[in-house]
């Protein structure tokens, strides 16, 4: 009787505390929305803005002149933009394919199985992908100089997955942790095979995790720069290589024409599989 | 939990462990090693710790290592600040809106040059700031702006940072946040809780774990991070990563040494903070977190 009535009351109070819970007032939601915009809305508008612009200078604050020079510059051979978009296409699609292979495997156990020295394992994983690896970019130089690695697309595509593998192995062993190997083995007494368990039960469950995991991987090969330019030693140019390069030379328009190529696939792969990533802390191998 | 034999789980772990073990860890080692005196194309073929003796009277070293600690830690602390901020403001609207999950992470997406290239025709001297100063009689000549970029005080770098940072920071706070049970708040309210008194006894201790853990991530991916402070900076004194990027490149081999010695000591520096992190978030790593580590 007396829980009913205690049930009774939190019933009665429930509503209007939940509806009262702390947040800095609607104008603050607002404004913190409205902020957050501003930081992607602003650089794509001014970009596109600066890439057509033509004179440009101090004190107009608005461009006066517009011109399609930058883009027809961006466009012509003589540029190196388009070889430099190739070769970063390429490298980074060789990086991602890789990194889910080497990475495939590896999260599965570590998300399913116990054994000695996986914090460890955890933990030099974790290493790349938080701190940029620098001293291991240079270490590696002079044996890469040694079997001629330097300079070469085969070089930077090692080099890419010192951060690359690690932080795709991360992403999926997440996607593994939820993962009940229960129906793996339901499908098998089922009478499905190794690779139809594979393709139908196991691929399925893990694929959101798989499209995060490729996607970062194609992120991180795509916006890397010390690392291209200590190993690809400025015979590998990738865009990025090239967009500091013209940043360096002051040319706003190309310099922002630039930013755009560069920019686009980033928000396109990300657009493509944000519904995927899940922001949930409690998941954890 | 599934039973392998240690064969079957050594060889599903060996490509990762070869990509780690071989060009990280194998890297770090040789790194180490040529900056321990074997560095053959300058004819150093014997121990010596003359490249870290020298980073200890090293002027441009030590000035260095204090920017880089202190541009981290004041853009981390903002950061901080303000992902804490946005992330209790914007708890009520995320549990029920993708447009606003959604929002927050597109500045994840964006490489750190984009940022930096549009950061730099923002906040120059005769950048559209300066211009929007100029057209209200502030100044008269670019000079009279100050000087933001490659400024003595990191302004730039700090202000990048915070742009990048203070998104992902706010979504390891939300994440914990819309998770959070209400009855936390509801007992709260019960016994005659205020506002305030929510926010500073309920919300903030539930807040605080996500908020902390992920400044660290903030704080260790700055320290070592290299475009930011190369776009935007000064050349001298620079961030570590830029010292440790100029010396090894170089034209004269003989500072090679030196270069790997600074990116040693990064790479130590580094290590640490990660392993705090990981102490720090009792559960192993937050793994579905997104990422700014572009």
């Given amino acids: 009787m007396a829980m009913t009535t205690a049930h009774r009351y939190t019933q009665r109070r429930a509503q209007p505390v939940t509806m009262r819970r702390f947040h800095l007032t609607d104008t603050g939601t607002i404004f913190t929305v409205a902020a957050l915009a501003c930081v992607t809305v602003i650089p794509i508008v001014f970009l596109i803005v600066a890439s057509f612009a033509r004179h440009w200078y101090f004190p107009a604050f608005a461009p006066r002149e517009f011109s399609l020079r930058a883009w027809e510059y961006v466009a012509s051979s003589s540029s190196g933009v388009t070889t430099a978009l190739w070769m970063s296409l390429a490298v980074a699609l060789i990086v991602t394919?890789?990194?889910?292979?080497?990475?495939?495997?590896?999260?599965?156990?570590?998300?399913?199985?116990?054994?000695?020295?996986?914090?460890?394992?955890?933990?030099?994983?974790?290493?790349?992908?938080?701190?940029?690896?620098?001293?291991?970019?240079?270490?590696?130089?002079?044996?890469?100089?040694?079997?001629?690695?330097?300079?070469?697309?085969?070089?930077?595509?090692?080099?890419?997955?010192?951060?690359?593998?690690?932080?795709?192995?991360?992403?999926?062993?997440?996607g593994f942790a939820n993962f009940e190997t229960d129906i793996e083995a339901q499908a098998r007494t089922l009478g499905a095979n190794r690779f139809n368990v594979w393709r139908y039960v196991t691929l399925p469950a893990v694929a959101?995790?798989?499209?995060?995991?490729?996607?970062?991987?194609?992120?991180?090969?795509?916006?890397?720069?010390?690392t291209t330019l200590i190993i690809g030693g400025n015979q590998v140019i990738t865009l990025p290589l090239i967009l500091v390069g013209f940043q360096r030379a002051g040319d706003e328009a190309t310099t922002s024409a630039l930013s755009l190529v560069f920019l686009l696939p980033t928000l396109l792969v990300f657009i493509v599989v944000a519904r995927f990533i899940k922001h949930d802390a409690s998941k954890s191998i | 939990m599934i039973r392998y034999s240690r064969f079957r789980v050594a060889l599903m772990l060996a490509p990762a462990l070869i990509v780690i073990g071989g060009l990280f860890i194998g890297g770090l080692l040789l790194a180490l090693v040529q900056s321990l005196g074997y560095f053959a194309a300058i004819g150093e073929n014997a121990f010596t710790l003359k490249h870290y003796a020298a980073l200890i009277h090293d002027e441009e070293f030590h000035r260095s290592l204090f920017l880089t600690f202190a541009l981290s830690s004041i853009a981390t602390i903002i950061s901080a600040a303000l992902g804490l901020m946005c992330a209790v403001s914007l708890r009520e609207v995320a549990s029920r809106s993708r447009f606003a999950s959604v929002l927050l992470q597109i500045p994840l997406a964006m490489p750190h040059i984009v940022i930096g290239v549009v950061l730099i025709n923002l906040i120059a001297s005769s950048g559209l700031i300066a211009r929007l100063a100029f057209a209200f009689g502030i100044i008269n000549t670019p000079a009279e702006f100050p000087a933001l970029t490659a400024d003595a005080y990191g302004f730039g770098i700090i202000a990048a940072y915070v742009i990048k940072e203070t998104p992902f920071i706010t979504l390891m706070t939300l994440a914990v946040l819309v998770r959070a049970k209400d009855e936390y708040e509801l007992v709260a309210r019960t016994l005659g809780a205020n506002r305030w008194q929510l926010l500073r006894y309920v919300t903030l201790p539930l807040a605080a774990p996500a908020v902390v853990s992920s400044a660290l991530l903030v704080f260790a991916f700055i320290f070592g991070a290299f475009e930011i402070p190369f776009l935007l900076g000064r050349t001298y004194p620079a961030m570590l990563s830029v010292v440790a990027q100029r010396r090894f490149l170089s034209v004269n081999l003989s500072e090679r040494p030196d270069a790997i010695a600074v990116a040693v000591c990064l790479a130590i520096i580094s290590s640490l903070l990660v392993y705090f992190y990981m102490r720090l978030a009792r559960v192993l790593v937050r793994l579905d977190s997104p990422t700014t580590f572009l």
Avoid at chain 1, 144 to 158: E, K, N, Q
Avoid at chain 1, 212 to 226: C, D, G, H, R, T
Wanted: with cysteine; aromatic share 10%; glycine share 4%.
């Fill in chain 1, 97 to 174: 394919i890789l990194s889910v292979l080497v990475a495939l495997p590896a999260a599965r156990v570590l998300a399913l199985c116990e054994f000695k020295g996986k914090r460890l394992i955890i933990f030099l994983l974790m290493l790349p992908v938080i701190a940029p690896p620098l001293a291991a970019t240079m270490g590696v130089h002079n044996l890469f100089l040694r079997f001629d690695l330097t300079d070469s697309i085969a070089g930077v595509v090692l080099v890419h997955l010192i951060p690359c593998v690690p932080y795709a192995t991360l992403m999926l062993a997440s």
């Fill in chain 1, 208 to 226: 959101p995790s798989l499209a995060v995991a490729a996607a970062f991987a194609f992120l991180i090969s795509w916006s890397q720069y010390l």
